[in-house]
């Protein structure tokens, strides 16, 4: 079945950097990208969705000039966290959909987790 | 092997009629989680209920259930008396603890729509 990567599985910074986190469609050409970041009481935000080669559209409240949304190619999406503080730790996670409707089939990373000291 | 399989692409239900939605997993460990979500058309994730693999009891959140068959490793998931709202995709997810941190698995959803 479809695969969706993530790359690192795990990350832990200083604050004031920046981390770039990697989604990849190993198997499959995905049409729009999701990325999501989990909260407590495990509730999942949208942050924002990517088409390839278009910008990405950014969920109200999310800072794009903070979370930049890169989906160069059919197969890969990246999220930097630039100038990342403690607030920012959380639990990342990515979707790839084969289409554009929302019934179309999306496939789930296995997240990243991202510690900022 | 899937981790989450989800064998319903799409569900139709008559509104006020109660529907289930099939999720099994594939674990071999002993202590995990077991999610359910509401992505609508907007594309974000609302969290509907969760599962532990030690809570002998099935979840319940309002109108959803969880109907946890542990050795069948089923977690379905069950609305009652269905609204027109509730017509969105569903996902079933697993979330495993490893040393690393974390692991989660995410079905490929469940399209439901709800009929007038």
């Known amino acids: 079945g479809a695969v969706v990567s993530q790359h690192p599985s795990r990350v832990i910074c200083k604050s004031g950097t920046s981390v770039k986190i990697e989604c990849r469609s190993l198997?499959?050409?995905?049409?729009?990208m999701f990325w999501y970041r989990q909260f407590p009481k495990q509730s999942l935000m949208l942050m924002a969705t990517?088409?390839?080669?278009?910008?990405?559209?950014?969920e109200q409240g999310v800072e794009k000039d903070k979370f930049l949304i890169n989906h160069a190619s059919l197969t890969l999406s990246t999220l930097t966290v630039t100038s990342a503080h403690p607030e920012d730790s959380s639990f990342y996670i990515c979707?790839?959909?084969?289409?554009?409707?929302?019934?179309?089939?999306?496939?789930f990373g296995p997240g990243t987790r991202l510690t900022v000291l | 092997a899937q981790k989450i399989t989800q064998t319903q692409p799409g569900m139709f239900v008559q509104e006020k009629e109660a529907v289930t939605l099939d999720c099994t997993y594939d674990?071999?460990?002993?202590?995990?989680?077991l999610f359910w979500y509401k992505q609508p058309s907007s594309g974000e994730m609302i969290f509907l209920i969760y599962?532990?693999?030690?809570?002998?009891q099935n979840a319940t959140e309002g109108r959803y259930s969880l109907n946890f068959q542990k050795a069948r490793k089923s977690a379905n998931l069950v609305i009652s008396a269905s609204q027109l709202g509730d017509s969105a995709m569903y996902f079933c997810?697993?979330?495993?603890?490893?040393?690393?941190?974390?692991?989660?698995?995410f079905g490929t959803g469940t399209s439901l729509t709800v009929i007038p």
């Open positions: 979707s790839a959909r084969v289409g554009f409707y929302s019934t179309d089939t999306q496939y």
């Open positions: 599962q532990g693999s030690y809570d002998e």
């Open positions: 997810a697993m979330r495993e603890i490893k040393n690393t941190g974390n692991q989660f698995y």
């Open positions: 990517s088409n390839e080669g278009s910008k990405a559209t950014y």
């Open positions: 674990t071999s460990d002993q202590s995990y989680g």
């Open positions: 198997d499959f050409q995905a049409t729009t």
